[in-house]
């Protein structure tokens, strides 16, 4: 069955960066782009980047070009989602997801990230 | 890009039925079939429910429909159950591999 297992929970300083890693399972790796969506405290989900798992190709939000990186790693079929210079407001659970027919058909179980001094 | 506009709430009786709306732009819902819908419970990932405006994946009870009309895409639940009351998201594909989502619907059954 397909799996996407995400790395703990995270608490950083402002100013930091925060790397999260997704590691899939259950299906062909290269066969599927992954995402990154986010959700704030009381906020709605929201849309950050897709990675290619073949090339390794990128595209990101405008809020997050600059910010974020997304890179993969074939030989543990895993991804990984970097955001650098953490602000109060980077706080959030993120989660990745795997897209098919051009819709998130299956997710990680979220990765909480807490940005305190 | 902006995120679609979706209500902040809606709500139904138990057994009754209500539709939540989500309006983007020629850009986004009104440029591509490519609608989907999310239910997202509390501290859980969230399901996919509806792709490509109107298929439903398998396991998602007929209940649960979609449509398209312009720039606004809908979601109607049937027959509402205590279980269906969740935040719901739309999404819409918007182009050169971007993506956007709704501000979020909480539904609630009465």
């Known amino acids: 069955q397909v799996q996407l297992v995400q790395s703990g929970a995270e608490v950083k300083k402002p100013g930091a960066s925060v790397k999260v890693s997704c590691k899939a399972s259950g299906y062909t790796f290269n066969s599927y782009y992954l995402h990154w969506v986010r959700q704030a405290p009381g906020q709605g989900l929201e849309w950050m980047g897709i990675?290619?798992?073949?090339?390794?190709?990128?595209n990101y939000a405008q809020k997050f070009q600059g910010r974020v990186t997304m890179t993969r790693d074939t030989s543990t079929s895993t991804v990984y989602m970097e955001v650098g210079s953490l602000r109060f407001e980077d706080t959030a659970v993120y989660y990745c997801?795997?897209?098919?027919?051009?819709?998130?058909?299956?997710w990680g179980q979220g990765t909480m990230v807490t940005v305190s001094s | 890009q902006s995120a679609l506009t979706q209500p902040p709430s809606a709500s139904g009786s138990h057994g009754q039925s209500v539709t939540i709306s989500c309006t983007g732009t020629s850009s986004d819902v009104g440029g591509y079939n490519y609608v989907s819908w999310y239910q997202h419970h509390p501290g859980k990932a969230p399901k996919l429910m509806i792709y490509e405006v109107s298929k439903r994946p398998s396991g998602v009870p007929d209940r649960f429909s979609g449509s398209k009309s312009g720039n606004t895409a809908s979601l109607t639940v049937s027959g509402l159950q205590a279980e269906d009351e969740a935040e719901y998201y739309c999404s819409s594909y918007a182009g050169s591999n971007k993506w956007v989502f709704g501000g979020g619907t909480k539904l609630t059954v009465l």
């Open positions: 990675i290619n798992p073949t090339g390794g190709s990128t």
């Open positions: 997801a795997r897209v098919s027919n051009r819709a998130f058909d299956f």
